[in-house]
């Protein structure tokens, strides 16, 4: 854990972050990622899975108990994550705050590190909810992270998993557009990175051998863009709640105003879906609800 820094330096650090906080996103691309952290070391704030993070949570409010979670969203990163969750948030029957992170990452670092009783005891308080509501979260890499399921299942041994999945090959052109501009990154590893997310038949296998499948739910992005309203009704029932609730405004996810992916053959899609195809087959074996054929870009077999 890092030292806390003394009430003097502590206001400084303080501005200090506030500053880089605010700072355009444009700048932030101009400085190299080692460089980026090292800045928010010094000013005390790490990223949720970096080593020297907290792994305490606030205090819950008065009259709200904690424990594990009821749901959690495991999968995947730029599949409108951040859009269902916020919708399961809406519902009255949920307890979330908004100073808890969408992301919150909390088993990312234990792929090394001990993971004992107290860690669980530690997960349990990021939950509190109102008595008669239900409380989770949703940190879209853990179905990625091969060690997650099994110390999830000891944590939260009765919770429902949530994945949310879309075409392999469109999520991938996503987060490459995301990373687009920026400085001293290293395009290999991020490229390996981001292809091997989209493997989602081999994710969902090791999630179903923790999980046993009627405790997991798997919704297809292009299916909850077509109708919200029907997917979301779904994903409520599954949870528990009270499947009429309809938030206000429900529809399809804000779209993304980043650049556009670059240094992308326009032969490299095609090669893409072919990596992927025989895994989408295995996906569409274990999630019959998902349509490979909404999946544009896969490959013809």
Known sequence: MPTRPRPAAASATGALGEVLHRLPSRIHRS????????LRHLVGRYRPWERGAHLSAPLAPPGQATGPPDFVGVGVPHAGTRWWYRLIADHPEVSSRAELPIGLHYFSRFATDRFDAESIAW???WFPRRPGTIAGEWTASYLSDPWVPPLLARAAPEARVLV???DPVERLLSALAQRAGEVGSHPGSENADAVDRGFYG???GRLLTSF???RVHVLQYERCVADPAGQ???TYEFLGLDDRHRPVGLGPPPAWSGRPARGVDPSTAGRLAELYAADADALAGLAPGVDLSLWSRRSVR
Do not use: M, N, T
């Open 31 to 38: 400085i190299p990622p080692e460089q980026r952290a090292d």
């Open 123 to 125: 997960y349990h308080r």
């Open 164 to 166: 949310l999945v879309r």
């Open 202 to 204: 081999l994710q969902l």
């Open 212 to 214: 046993g499948s009627e």
């Open 232 to 234: 979301l009704s779904a």
